[in-house]
Nanobody, 121 residues
Framework: QVQLVESGGGLVQSGGSLRLSCAAS????????MGWYRQAPGKQRELVAI???????TYADYVKGRFTLSRDNAKSTVYLQMNSLKPEDTAVYYC???????????????WGQGTQVTVSP
């Protein structure tokens, strides 16, 4: 069973930065796509960013220019560097991976347990 373990969440002031990590229990090449999603209280889960096996990235409009997705294949880890954080970025951030699908709305094979990000005003 694939495991995705997130880390790096926490409390930060508006304008600050955090880096999230998602460590997979197997090689990243096993997955057609991996990425980050988030869910704020009372809201539906939404896309943050994904990266395909080939390295193509997709970002949600509301994080473009502020968040950067990267990966370290040797460590089987995907990172999300979050800069210029805003209170509206407060949410539980989830790592996800899919062996076949690359469309952000369809990625669903594996999910991490989530890590809380809280941005204070």
């Amino acid at each position: 069973q694939v495991q995705l373990v997130e880390s790096g969440g926490g409390l930060v002031q508006s304008g600050g930065s955090l880096r999230l990590s998602c460590a997979a229990s197997e090689t990243l090449f096993s997955f057609a796509a991996m990425g980050w999603y988030r869910q704020a209280p009372g809201k539906q889960r939404e896309l943050v960013a994904i990266i395909t096996r080939g390295g193509a990235t997709t970002y949600a409009d509301y994080v473009k220019g502020r968040f950067t997705l990267s990966r370290d294949n040797a460590k089987s880890t995907v990172y999300l560097q979050m800069n210029s954080l805003k209170p509206e970025d407060t949410a539980v951030y989830y790592c996800a991976a899919d062996r076949i699908r690359t469309i952000p709305s369809e990625i669903d094979d594996y999910w991490g347990q989530g890590t809380q990000v809280t941005v204070s005003p």
